[in-house]
């Protein structure tokens, strides 16, 4: 059995399903805007263990998280520290930005995500 099959969880499918028909405008903006246009296959609310990330692009092992004001709540943070580390311990690297960023600062968090993605090919 691969990686992929031990980390996908059918339980989280249906809520998965859900979180890509209700998008976020920010999770909108950066999908059609940027991510779908990709010569990658990036996958939208996406199962990995236990969580469902934002955008997961399984060639650079990425992950996009887009944060809202509730990530700043103690809890929030302490369990986005959490999944981060889940990820980061499956050699997936985590990038986060506000909507704040994705509102006033798009084209510089696209090139920070084709920086991250290339890098990666790299490697």
């Known amino acids: ?63 996009i998280e887009l944060d809202g004001s509730q990530h700043y709540e103690d809890k929030n943070k302490e369990a986005d520290i959490t999944r981060d580390s889940y990820l980061n311990a499956l050699g997936i690297k985590v990038l986060s930005y506000t909507n704040s960023e994705i509102q006033t600062r798009f084209d510089n968090v696209c090139q920070d995500i084709l920086n991250h993605i290339l890098t990666s090919s790299d490697s």
């Open 1 to 63: 059995m691969s990686k992929t099959n031990i980390l996908h969880n059918p339980k989280l499918t249906h809520n998965a399903k859900q979180l890509r028909t209700n998008m976020t405008k920010e999770e909108r903006h950066l999908w059609y805007d940027f991510l779908k246009t990709l010569p990658v296959t990036v996958n939208r609310q996406k199962g990995i263990g236990k969580y469902i990330v934002d955008f997961y692009i399984a060639s650079a092992k990425t992950v």
